[in-house]
Each structure stands twice: as structure tokens, then as C-alpha cells.
Antibody
Framework: EVQLLESGGNLVQPGGSLRLSCAAS????????MSWVRQAPGKGLEWVSA??????????YYADFVKGRFTTSRDNSEKMLYLQMDSLSAEDTAIYYC??????????????WGQGTLVAVSS | DIQMTQSPSSLSASVGDRVTITCQAS??????LNWYQQKPGKAPKLLIY???NLETGVPSRFSGSGSGTDFTFTIRSLQPEDVATYYC?????????FGPGTKVDIK
């Protein structure tokens, strides 16, 4: 059974940093693209970042609103996905979900989702 | 970026009713369109991919159709457990944007 478990969400001050983790199990992690999708309180879903599978070079992609501030990485040996978040602002307050793509490529449906981890940016 | 719109933004229907949600893309996305269900306090769940393919394990009362810029999501016979917000999402190009959602509840 595919499982995704996020962790690392917390309350952080504006300008601060946070690292989110997503532990994957139940599938060949390295073979699939992974994404981060966020949801601000009471709002809709917003794609944040993706990283392609090993066969597509593990290339990273970012939404314009996080470029230069967030970094996505993966450790295929540990089946872990990470999101390093720097220069956080109140607008980054959201539940962050990791989501598995159907295949290697970053453009896909998201066929499995984690339960999410809450990031709150406030002084 | 490709913009996605959905209508209606919310609806209320009776158990057993047929429910239809539409999603429109700001440009041609072929069939690169997915539908998700999100129940309150839960993560989204994939229902339909590539516009009309039913995800494994999803009840057959859910269906999707369309191509190009106009898409439709249908619940053939609304059930109490279908109370949720439904989102469309394109994956034609980066960024893969979501529609604003349609909240469905029981009358």
C-alpha cells in the first residue's frame, strides 16, 4: 500500500526557515515524480514544486511564487522527499501536502497524497 | 500560466440526484485534466485522470468527459458520502494549476 507521511510543519517567524519531509513507502520511490501542493486556510489547492523521477534526471521545478526561496530534493535510498523553505512570509501559511505522480514526469495526475503538515508563519 | 475556472462554486442536491460540475481551461489542454475530491479535514483524492479515466477503486457513479478547453464531471447518483469539495487540475504545462473548487452538499 502506498503511504506518504509528511512532517516538519511548525510555527515560524516571518523571514524564518523550515524543512518539510515526506516519508514514502509501498512503491518504488525513485521511479516516480513527486510534488508539493499547498492549501492556505479555507482556500484551494496550489502546486508548489515538483521533482522528476530518477529516469528523468531528478529535475526540480517550482512555482514562480517560491522560486529562489524553496528547494525540493529527494533521497531515493531513504525514500524521502524534502522541501527546504527559506524567507518565509505570512502568505506561505498553509497545509503542505506531498503528492505522488503517476509516472516519472513532473506533469501528471497526483494519484496518492499524504495527510499534510501545517506551516504557520507569524510573529 | 493556464487558468482553470469551475462552475458552480457550490451546489446543494438531494440524495440520488445527478450532479454536474464544469471546468474550463484558459487554453487548449487536450485531455490533460484531472478531478479530485477533498472531504473536510482530509487530503485530496484522485477520482478521474486524463479527463475521463476512473481511478482504481473509485465508484462508477463518478465520471468525467471533455477535451480542449471544456470539461465536465458528473456524479450519477449523489450519495451522502460524496459531500466534499471537487477540484479540477490541468497538467498540460507547468505550473499545473487547480480550479477554485466546487463545494457539494446534501439538500
Amino acid at each position: 500500500e502506498v503511504q506518504l507521511l509528511e512532517s516538519g510543519g511548525n510555527l515560524v517567524q516571518p523571514g524564518g526557515s523550515l524543512r518539510l519531509s515526506c516519508a514514502a513507502s509501498g512503491f518504488t520511490f525513485s521511479s516516480y515524480a513527486m510534488s508539493w501542493v499547498r492549501q492556505a486556510p479555507g482556500k484551494g489547492l496550489e502546486w508548489v514544486s515538483a521533482i522528476s523521477g530518477i529516469g528523468s534526471g531528478g529535475t526540480t521545478y517550482y512555482a514562480d511564487f517560491v522560486k529562489g526561496r524553496f528547494t525540493t530534493s529527494r533521497d531515493n535510498s531513504e525514500k524521502m522527499l524534502y522541501l527546504q523553505m527559506d524567507s518565509l512570509s505570512a502568505e506561505d501559511t498553509a497545509i503542505y501536502y506531498c503528492a505522488k505522480a503517476r509516472g516519472q514526469l513532473e506533469l501528471s495526475d497526483f494519484d496518492k497524497w499524504g495527510q499534510g503538515t501545517l506551516v504557520a508563519v507569524s510573529s | 500560466d493556464i487558468q482553470m475556472t469551475q462552475s458552480p462554486s457550490s451546489l446543494s442536491a438531494s440524495v440520488g440526484d445527478r450532479v454536474t460540475i464544469t471546468c474550463q481551461a484558459s487554453q487548449d489542454i487536450s485531455n490533460y485534466l484531472n478531478w479530485y475530491q477533498q472531504k473536510p479535514g482530509k487530503a485530496p483524492k484522485l477520482l478521474i485522470y486524463y479527463a475521463s479515466n476512473l481511478e482504481t477503486g473509485v465508484p462508477s457513479r463518478f465520471s468525467g468527459s471533455g477535451s480542449g478547453t471544456d470539461f465536465t464531471f458528473t456524479i450519477r447518483s449523489l450519495q451522502p458520502e460524496d459531500v466534499a469539495t471537487y477540484y479540477c487540475q490541468h497538467f498540460d504545462s507547468l505550473p499545473p494549476t487547480f480550479g477554485p473548487g466546487t463545494k457539494v452538499d446534501i439538500k
